[in-house]
């Protein structure tokens, strides 16, 4: 206690020495409250988001492996030709016999423990019928030219035998969801029923929803029914009860140039799995082998299908571990799992993240610079107070007293002004933390977009995709606005940096300039001698 009330004394002495001190302290204080509160902000961020987040994933097949696998090694041992090249054969009778896992494959790893919900989709391609044609914004006469499909609906810039992998296109898309939880579109809110309702979840009648805009062109509404044709087989054709009409708010103009009439919103027809596999199951039971005539290549007329299955999960350690599940339950290695939704969310967090470490280099020189001030200061400090040691000493205290004695009045100091500076950090670390946030994003976006200018492109870019300039007319963004759709934003700004952690990491950077600065004044205390201080006093 001594200690301490010298020191007090000691610091009411020296004001003008100890306030340089403080200040020095204090500006150390207030910037790596700064410093430690970005990294704490993202930090937080991270965890905050992870913690109400719900993940979601799905099961590939590695594509790129198989090719590097079809490679030829070193010693010339491989799945390539006898040339060493690249072995297209095989890769190409690989990708047509087919990669994506079946339905009960999906199902099964949908069993491990780490699954919280599991749902599917199915996509199939079809022609209209002469009372059914598809959206499209080319003329008439144009439409009348395309001759080839029943009722020539088959659109502009199609022809009959146009084909995705191994299924015929179609000026349809047709997709069968598995429940409720599979038609996203409608939970999210930017699909909505405009008029008449939603098909039973996992029924088998052939009920289906289609788009305002399909209904408007061809003059339906609901209880109609629409036909749909077999795109490799005219003759073969399904009927639909139109029980619902819908509202997609995301509706894409440009889909209908960018990537043919089939793909554009306004021509997806919807309807249960069920009932979708039903048809499937129909038309491989009337399916005929047809032979080209020009290449010999033998395909079979049965619509074909594509499979998607989403994994749900509570949280992303939840997702870590369905990864090592997957494998247990024997998930071949030439399949991937990944989220999209991890991804988009640590594309987010990317000027936050970069911030951070910028911060924390911020901090590391602070600390040196700081702590090398502070012990020069003590330095100069311990050498004018020279006689005042030889004379404590002289008079019986201990050395190491009179070093903690120096070490009082630095802690005081500087614990005092980490007090003071922690108050100030806590009222400016949010607003300095999102002012220098946003000048990383805007500089992240400006870096993104200067290099698509370089390519000539011109798109803007958000949340790490393209998006259409902002010159385009009115009405005409959908086909870019579609690209960066199911993609999180930058994270423009935090509501809290300020925590009690932070508080903790402040003192203790306060206690270790202390001893960094106390170690000098125990050195040059420790080599003192006080006889030779008292006689050769000036």
């Keep these: 206690m001594y200690l301490f009330k010298n020191a007090l004394k000691c610091i009411g002495r020296a004001k003008g020495r100890n306030i340089l001190i403080g200040i020095i302290a204090l500006v150390i204080a207030v910037s790596a409250c700064i410093g430690l509160s970005i990294r704490q902000a993202a930090e937080s961020a991270k965890a905050e988001t992870l913690e109400g987040m719900s993940v979601t994933a799905k099961i590939s097949f590695d594509r790129q492996s198989a090719m590097q696998g079809m490679r030829p090694s070193a010693d010339g041992a491989s799945g390539g030709t006898q040339s060493g090249a690249f072995d297209r054969e095989q890769f190409r009778t690989l990708m047509n016999g087919g990669t994506s896992l079946t339905l009960d494959e999906y199902q099964t790893y949908a069993a491990a423990e780490s699954v919280q919900d599991f749902y599917y989709t199915l996509t199939a391609y079809f022609d209209g019928s002469d009372e059914l044609e598809p959206v499209s914004s080319e003329s008439e006469t144009e439409s009348e030219s395309s001759a080839g499909a029943p009722g020539g609906g088959m659109s502009p810039g199609r022809t009959k035998g146009d084909r995705m992998g191994n299924m015929a296109t179609g000026d349809f898309t047709v997709i069968g969801y598995s429940g409720d939880n599979a038609m996203t579109a409608f939970q999210t809110g930017s699909t909505t029923i405009a008029d008449g309702v939603v098909f039973s979840e996992g029924t088998t ?287 423009t700004e935090v509501n809290s940096a300020m925590n009690l952690t932070v508080l903790l990491q402040l003192l203790g950077i306060g206690l270790l300039l202390t001893l960094a600065a106390g170690a000098v004044s125990v050195l040059f205390v420790m080599r003192y001698d006080p006889l030779k201080i008292l006689a050769n006093r000036d």
């Design 205 to 491: 009648e052939r009920q289906c929803l289609i788009s305002e805009e399909l209904a408007a062109y061809n003059e339906l509404a609901v209880g109609d029914t629409v036909t749909l044709a077999n795109p490799d087989s005219e003759t073969e054709t399904y009927t639909l009860t139109v029980a619902g009409i819908y509202k997609n708010t995301e509706a894409n103009d440009l889909s209908v140039s960018m990537f043919g009439v089939g793909q554009d919103p306004a021509n997806q027809i919807y309807l249960s799995a069920a009932a979708l596999q039903g048809i499937l199951d129909a038309s491989a039971s009337a399916s005929e082998t047809t032979t080209d005539a020009a290449t010999g290549q033998e395909t079979e007329t049965a619509v074909g299908s594509s499979l998607s299955a989403t994994y749900v999960f509570a949280d992303a350690d939840a997702y870590h571990r369905f990864e090592e599940e997957v494998r247990t339950l024997g998930l071949d290695d030439s399949y991937t799992v990944s989220s999209a939704d991890l991804t988009a969310f640590e594309n987010s967090l990317t000027p936050l993240n970069t911030l951070s470490t910028m911060a924390g280099w911020f901090l590391l020189v602070i600390l040196l610079i700081g702590a090398v001030i502070l012990i020069v200061l003590n330095i100069f400090n311990i050498r004018e107070r020279k006689y005042e040691i030889g004379v404590l000493t002289a008079m019986g205290m201990k050395k190491g007293k009179v070093a903690l004695q120096f070490l009082a009045e630095i802690l005081v100091v500087t614990m005092a002004a980490i007090l003071i500076g922690a108050g100030i950090g806590a009222v400016s670390a949010v607003p300095v933390t999102n002012a220098l946030l946003a000048n990383q994003v805007e500089s992240q976006q400006s870096s993104q977009l200067q290099l698509e200018n370089n390519f000539g492109r011109g798109g803007n870019f958000k949340g790490g995709l393209q998006t259409a300039p902002d010159n385009l007319p009115t009405g005409g963004r959908g086909g870019f606005a579609a690209l960066g759709q199911n993609v999180s934003n930058y994270v």
